[in-house]
């Protein structure tokens, strides 16, 4: 498997783009229609989309995504926030463009998606509904786990307890490289050495 991270312009977050056969692709939590000219550029085809959580700066590349074939996912129940006034866009005074959600995914659920496994956990906290993504051996955190940090609580359906929980889920992991929503990436081994997983 490639992963193509793609870095955030203004408010925007980490993107990635994973391809397991060079031509099909899924992003994570495509934060700007730019993901789509970089995945272009690279010759892959987007197929999926799938978000981490519903916040604007994660999912202002949906609709040119979309427009494009690629179908959106998230959990089942973060749909109402990426698509409605409460994804922050307003209060930092970004216009999301308006997509839809596909498909939907469940804690605990494993999807084959362009020949790549992913498995979905839930990790509530900075949102109700926001999760982590499994691929092989690589964590896509989104604003659950950054390097040496965590996501904030304070938003509207933010739970500082279910955070701590979700912390607690990710440091019983065996090690895998962290790709993280903002910042640099990271491993779990060392965010239960020096980070927020030493419990």
Known sequence: MQIYPIRPV????????LTEDGTNAVVIDPAQPSVLREAEKRGL???FA???HGHFDHIGGCAALQERGAKIG???????????????????????PPF????????????TLCG?????MGTPGHTAGSCCLLVGDALFSGDTLFCRDC?????????????????RRLARLPNRTVYPGHGMPTTLQEEKLYGVLRF
């Open 45 to 47: 085809f987007v197929r």
């Open 100 to 111: 839809s959600v596909d498909f939907t995914l469940s804690d605990g659920e494993t999807v």
């Open 151 to 167: 996501g904030r609580t304070d938003l509207p359906t933010g739970s500082e307890t279910a955070l701590r929980e979700s912390l």
């Open 116 to 120: 790549m496994e992913i498995s979905v």
């Open 50 to 52: 799938l978000l981490t």
């Open 74 to 96: 998230c959990l089942r129940g973060e749909v109402s926030l990426a698509r409605g006034r409460e994804n922050m866009g307003e209060a930092f005074g970004v216009r999301v």
């Open 10 to 17: 203004g408010f925007a977050a980490n993107a990635y783009c």
